[in-house]
């Protein structure tokens, strides 16, 4: 069955480093989606992506944030300069277009430490 | 600000019963309603969605969904100790929008 993959699965940086998490979608997606987890709260969503463009993001996406597809598998979320904060696991999903199933589904997730 | 509700829990039954998980929403303008659950450390894993207000069947789940109450719900029967987990409610407006998450309900199934 194809799934979301995601790599790392775990990242320790320092503060003020930039980090690149990488996701692989599934094939014959067109939607995707970056979400966070902090350590006993909610999923939250930060971005959506489409067509080659962001189709939403929440106010958490700030500034310090970009998303980008550089090939035809990759969806890589960066954060230029980490703060203590945006520790967390950070999950990526895919949905297929319209016709299809509208559900999205996730990758196993990197937990990101920021020290 | 669109949000949905759950009862944190821990909600513990015992092995063979039947799980019970509500979940409110507050948008009525919501389309899609799912159900994922999590274990400890991992990504969410869909179980059921529903689209339509009624019930819908999966094997040992049932999602239910009532519109005009804003209310979804989830039964497990034959409750195992591998459905021990968090399950997350999570609404959408449409197909594309971003899936709003509650908290979760911890369920402990007591072996």
């Known amino acids: 069955e194809p799934e979301v993959t995601q790599t790392p699965s775990h990242q320790v940086t320092q503060m003020g480093q930039e980090v690149i998490l990488r996701c692989v979608p599934i094939s014959n997606h067109l939607y995707f989606y970056w979400y966070r987890q902090i350590l006993g709260q909610k999923v939250e969503f930060l971005v959506s992506f489409y067509n080659n463009e962001i189709s939403e993001k929440s106010e958490i996406f700030d500034d310090q944030f970009s998303v980008e597809r550089p090939d035809g598998s990759n969806f890589t979320l960066k954060i230029r300069s980490t703060k203590l904060e945006d520790s967390a696991m950070y999950f990526c999903?895919?949905?297929?277009?319209?016709?299809?199933?509208?559900?999205?589904?996730f990758g196993p997730g990197t937990r990101l430490l920021v020290l | 600000q669109k949000e949905v509700e759950q009862n944190s829990g821990p909600l513990s039954v015992p092995e063979g019963a039947i799980a019970s998980l509500n979940c409110t929403y507050s948008?009525?303008?919501?389309?899609?309603f799912f159900w994922y659950r999590q274990y400890s450390g991992k990504s969410p894993e869909l179980i059921m969605f529903?689209?339509?207000?009624g019930d819908k069947e999966d094997g040992r789940f049932t999602a239910q969904l009532n519109k005009a109450s804003q209310y979804v719900s989830l039964l497990i029967r034959d409750s195992q100790p591998s459905d021990s987990a968090t399950y997350l409610c999570a609404v959408n407006m449409r197909r594309d929008d971003k899936i709003i998450f509650g908290k979760g309900t911890r369920l402990h199934i007591l072996p």
């Open positions: 948008d009525r303008g919501s389309q899609s």
């Open positions: 529903i689209y339509s207000n």
């Open positions: 999903a895919s949905s297929p277009r319209a016709g299809g199933s509208e559900t999205q589904y």
